[in-house]
């Protein structure tokens, strides 16, 4: 094995990293919270179950997040993991904006905003908060989780799909 140099040009790493990350098929949710009576959410792919005792989730939220900016420790967070027919909704989310919710159908579940017909949910109360370079993760504890028959929505190459059984 040859040992290679470490001297990577910072762009170039950046970049085969961005194209690695775009070749692993991730979940899509919708990570919620209701602050001051107003739901805000923000669209995620990095997000995964951390823990089975105590029951755990890890989001990453990048730090300009406007949804970051309303969570502290002890928060109530919801996670909806999207159906297969969400993209729009994925889309909706991703953008910037305080209208978000309008015309997309949710109702308050666990303390936080629950989108309707998802794929999945798990509820959190944000146990800590925890920066990591570009990005905070937040490491939270499962206070629900449920799921439906729908297929998930997922990203993969830059493009929205879901996943098909053998």
Partial sequence: MSEQSLDVDPE????????????????VSVVTTLDDGVPHGTTVSA????????????VSLDRSSNLLS???????????????????VALRFAGKGDDKFVDVPWELENGAPA???????????????????????????????NTSD?????????????????
């Fill in 115 to 145: 989108l309707l017909d998802r794929h999945a949910w798990v509820a959190l109360r944000v146990a800590s908060l925890v920066e990591a370079g570009d990005h905070v993760l937040v490491l939270g504890d499962v206070l629900d989780a």
């Fill in 150 to 166: 729908h297929r998930p929505l997922t990203y993969w190459q830059r493009t929205f799909g879901t996943h098909q059984p053998f």
């Fill in 47 to 58: 997000f995964s179950s951390l823990s089975m005792e105590p029951p755990m989730l890890l």
């Fill in 12 to 27: 170039v790493l950046r970049k085969s990293f961005r194209s690695a990350m775009g070749n692993v098929a991730a979940a």
């Fill in 70 to 88: 309303r969570l502290s420790v002890g928060s109530i967070v919801g996670v909806n993991v999207l159906a297969a027919h969400h993209d729009q």
